[in-house]
């Protein structure tokens, strides 16, 4: 039997060993991490409401109200008032007829797609999917097919051939995000449904780095083609600019009824906290208001410091080698800045990156601070 050493040893040399960094702190643009005090440009919570006042309050008066476990899953005793208003709450914001919320996003993508297409069914996903549609996609044991990053007319050719597998009772999956976790970039959300409606496909789109950010009210990139009554399952996370954690999928009452039957996830996992519940309740309430409002355009502000042409929180800068991309991650560190190097196999082989992203409560100088050592480093990768 081989050693769990040699494993790691192998991660090692090939630069993809990975380790814990501990905050001594709660998540913020400064950080302490041991006796280190650092710029963080590498969080999820993109209008820094994971330490905002007013959510905190609401989190400690919910947990007097409601204690702070739910002690049961939500089919069997676990399911509380909290609960129910949160899905109301986010199928509103989403335009959608119901809403069904799970403890993570990953929890949601490997839940919802083997509940929603099984082996006698086709899905067909972008490339640069996050792992939990992978992971979703791979355990529903539907036949799976990948066309590359925003590539339309692969989609198409896709779409044509599982017309030509499918029986008349398959169902065809198709599945992208709306702004995409390591590039930042869009998806053509309108081609892709018009591909999917001709074809009569479902289509799934993961807003997790849209939602709160993009859109009217912060409602997500479907909101703001208007185009949410065209997609069939609108899933997100409760982790990101929320700044909580949870999943959500949006569906019609049918889809949301046959996954609370099917979603293992969903059935066999303890009902998160309601004070959790309420309180994320509360968060997307904020988004959804003038507060979401100002926290949008102070973070639109702080993203057009750096590069004007983003079209997201999310600022790749792309490296290449393993190494390289450790090395640059480790200078910037040196210097006093956390931006994480991300490697296979988050992004693909050969395209280590720096991942920088932005929030709201960034401060000009720290970022401006941040933009001189990216020219630093630059230089010194051309030379
Ligand atoms: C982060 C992320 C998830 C997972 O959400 P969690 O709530 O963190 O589990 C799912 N999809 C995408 C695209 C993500 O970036």
């Known amino acids: 039997m081989r050693d769990p050493q040699q494993d790691l040893d192998d991660l090692t040399a090939a630069g993809l060993r990975r380790e814990l960094r501990t905050l001594s702190g709660p998540q913020r643009p400064q950080i302490q991490l041991g006796d280190e005090a650092l710029l963080n440009f590498s969080s999820n919570d993109y209008l820094g409401l994971a330490n905002e006042e007013a959510l905190k309050i609401t989190f400690q008066k919910a947990v007097a109200k409601h204690g702070v476990g739910a002690g049961s899953s939500r089919l069997i005793s676990g399911t509380m008032t909290a609960h129910m208003i949160l899905e109301e709450t986010i199928a509103t914001l989403k335009n959608a007829p119901a809403a069904l919320t799970f403890s993570s996003g990953y929890a949601a993508a490997t839940g919802s797609i083997p509940a929603i297409v099984g082996k006698d069914d086709y899905i067909i996903l972008d490339k640069l999917c996050h792992a939990s549609l992978i992971d979703g996609s791979r355990l529903s ?103 909580l954690t949870g999943g959500y999928l949006c569906a019609g009452r049918a889809w949301i009824d046959l996954l609370l039957n099917r979603a293992r996830s969903f059935i066999y996992s303890t009902a998160p906290a309601p004070a959790l519940a309420e309180t994320i309740t509360a968060s997307l309430n904020l988004i959804a208001g003038e507060r979401g409002d100002d926290l949008r355009s102070k973070l639109r502000e702080n993203i057009n410091i750096l590069d004007p042409q983003a079209n997201s929180a999310i600022i790749p800068v792309v490296i290449g080698a393993n190494e390289a991309a450790l090395a640059a991650s480790q200078k910037l560190r040196e210097n006093g800045f956390l931006v994480p190097a991300i490697r296979y196999p988050t992004v693909p082989r050969g395209t280590a990156r720096l991942r920088i992203t932005l929030s709201a409560p960034h401060r000009e100088e720290d970022i401006t601070a941040l933009q001189d050592q990216l020219v630093l480093l630059k230089r010194n990768i051309d030379s």
């Open 141 to 243: 044991g539907a036949t799976m097919r990948v066309f590359p990053h925003n590539d339309l007319q692969k989609l198409s050719d896709h779409l044509h051939w599982a017309d030509r597998k499918k029986t008349p009772d398959s169902r065809v999956l198709v599945i992208t995000e709306s702004v995409f976790s390591m590039d930042g970039d869009l998806a053509p959300l309108r081609e892709i449904c018009g591909l999917t409606q001709r074809h009569g496909a479902l289509l799934l789109v993961d807003e997790a780095h849209a939602f709160g950010i993009i859109g009217p009210r912060g409602r997500g990139l479907a909101a703001q083609l208007g185009m949410e009554q065209q997609i069939d399952f609108q899933m997100g996370t409760f982790s990101k600019a929320v700044g």
